[in-house]
């Protein structure tokens, strides 16, 4: 276990400001959203991106506002500035 406030990894994830994170059930995969408006999927143990994609439309310089994994499943959800709120298999 690593010890709390250690800095252990640090990379550019986005093209905006990172404004939600989570880590999956199984602690294998990092997601973060961003207000450049996109998803990325995050490999924890090389510390690579492994996917990316648009989710959602710019509203007053702002996007996506929260990322979730579903506890079982293989679902991903986000929350955005658009007044939408998606699921992802």
């Not at 690593?2 to 059930?25: E, R, Y």
């Not at 997601?31 to 710019?58: P, V, Y």
């Not at 506890?71 to 929350?79: E, R, V």
Request: aromatic residues 8%.
């Amino acid at each position: 276990m690593f010890p709390l406030g250690k800095l252990i990894h640090s990379m550019v994830a986005h093209l905006d400001a990172v404004t939600s994170l989570a880590v999956d059930p199984n602690g294998l995969y990092l997601m973060s959203g961003s207000h450049d408006c996109s998803i990325r999927l995050w490999n924890l143990e090389s510390k690579t991106c492994i996917q990316e994609f648009t989710a959602h439309r710019k509203k007053s310089d702002e996007s996506i506002y929260d990322v979730a994994f579903h506890p079982s499943k293989c679902y991903i959800a986000s929350a955005g500035a658009d007044a939408l709120a998606k699921v992802f298999v």
